[in-house]
């Protein structure tokens, strides 16, 4: 028997949208894919062609010492927290890692137990399907304020928690104090907990960028990273998601055995995408631009459609009436593509959603939203 996936959620978009002729009138806009469409900046290019010699090596598994180095230094500046080099492996971005990460740490459990949140980055649910494990849900909710949470009689039963804050669909943060108690959870019921952290570089305000899960571990004085374990990647932070570079990082025990997991795993980045990767973990002013420009959409999603400007990510997760229809009728009238939200989740969690990800520049993203303002205004 073959493993049994749900089909991916622009799969299912394009199902929903083939029989739907778009309104010619408009140029076709998608805000569906959480893909940053602005250039590489020129910097990371430059060494990645400065470098395409070194293609002749096989890569090691570990990453080479320069890329691990600037990926601590990136948690050191963003985060203020120490790693030493067994507590960081670099990953071919955080989607691999998300989904083997699981079928290593439940290989040896008879009856696996994961929890994640939902909705959610439908990899999570794949690694549980390839893990043959029970899925316990962590519903985010407009009542619970898209904050993560579980009871003890459930938390008891889990080896394996994925949370994702800053979160994607919802844009939900949490605090440090809020990830801490997670953290004092783990260590109390002995599962591994994991926060894909991927989101976590787009933020709007000093004062309110997202804490890490290894800064509220060692607020709550689990200063060697216990059960804990945290992925991030420069796919969205440096509009690089071609280069695929990504790391977990935490737990040194854990990441001992799965490092050698890895070996056999067959996913060590090439070196040239290596070099690249580490001149962007090392530089924070491209960043910043970014941020500038992610915050402008939200802006000016403010002021057409009244929607709140989040502490970070750059979607919009916006109630509606009917998620399907809302989806259909605004591509057949607008020429817009959006994503539903039940598509996103399980067990009626986002429906009477719609997923927009503001990715393009200022004067696109006002030409769309506002259409998007007219459709609703209907």
Known sequence: KYMNFEKYPFEKLNDLLQDIIPNEKYEPSALTIGEPKFETPLFIQDKLKQTSSSLRKYPSTIGEP??????????????NVNLEMNQIVPSFGTREVLFNFPQFALFDKKNPVMAFTNPFYQIYEGAAIASRAEVIHIDLTKENGFKASLSDEDLKRCDLVILNFPNNPTSASMSKADLG?????????????????????????????????????????????KNVLVMNSISKRSSAPGLRSGFIAG????????????????????????????????????????????????????????????????????????????????YKEKNIKVLPGSFLGRNGLGKGYVRIALVENEEKTREVLTRLKDFING
């Open 181 to 225: 108690e997670w953290v004092k959870k783990a260590l109390e019921f002995d599962f591994i907990l994991v926060n894909d952290e991927c989101y976590s570089e787009i933020y709007f305000d000093e004062a309110t960028k997202p804490a890490s899960l290894l800064e509220a571990s060692i607020f709550v004085g689990n200063d060697t990273f």
């Open 251 to 330: 737990d040194a025990k854990i990441l001992e055995k799965y490092l050698q997991y890895r070996t056999y795993v067959g996913c060590a980045s090439p070196v040239p995408l290596q070099e690249a990767a580490a001149v962007a973990w090392n530089d924070q002013e491209h960043v910043a631009d970014f941020r500038k420009i992610y915050k402008k959409n939200f802006e000016i999603a403010n002021e057409l459609l009244g929607t709140p400007i989040p502490e970070a990510t750059f979607y919009i997760w916006l109630e509606v009436d009917d998620e399907l229809e809302f989806t259909k009728n605004l």
């Open 66 to 79: 320069f890329l691990r180095e600037s990926m601590i230094n990136f948690v050191k500046t963003r985060f």
